[in-house]
């Protein structure tokens, strides 16, 4: 929810010049991305369904050459959400990292 907004005051939008919105989107896709709920859905979104050929903003220009409606072999969709995949491990380890270093340093007697 926060995404857009900070995308918003980080990155204008200049009315005459398209390519500023384009960049606040990428901004706001990129904020959106650190929250483990935004990771996991677009990971399950490439699972669950083999037609998602991106995860983001992606241009007509782009898909020149792609059969449209053919659906992702297995092993394309798990090379298209290792980012998410690895972001989620991160966060694991990270978390309980802290947790542990917190825990350690707590004094506690019996």
Do not use: C, K
């Amino acid at each position: 929810m926060i995404g857009p907004l900070v995308a918003g005051t980080i990155a204008p939008v200049d009315p005459f010049d398209p390519t500023t919105a384009v960049h606040q989107a990428e901004i706001a896709h990129a904020i959106a991305r650190l929250s483990p709920n935004t990771l996991f859905g677009e990971a399950t979104l490439a699972l669950l369904n083999p037609s998602t050929r991106a995860l983001g903003l992606i241009f007509v220009s782009q898909l020149q050459g792609a059969l449209l409606g053919a659906p992702l072999p297995f092993d394309q969709s798990i090379l298209l959400i290792w980012p998410q995949f690895s972001g989620l491990i991160a966060a694991m380890l990270l978390v309980y990292t802290i947790a542990y270093v917190v825990f350690q340093r707590q004094e506690i007697r019996a």
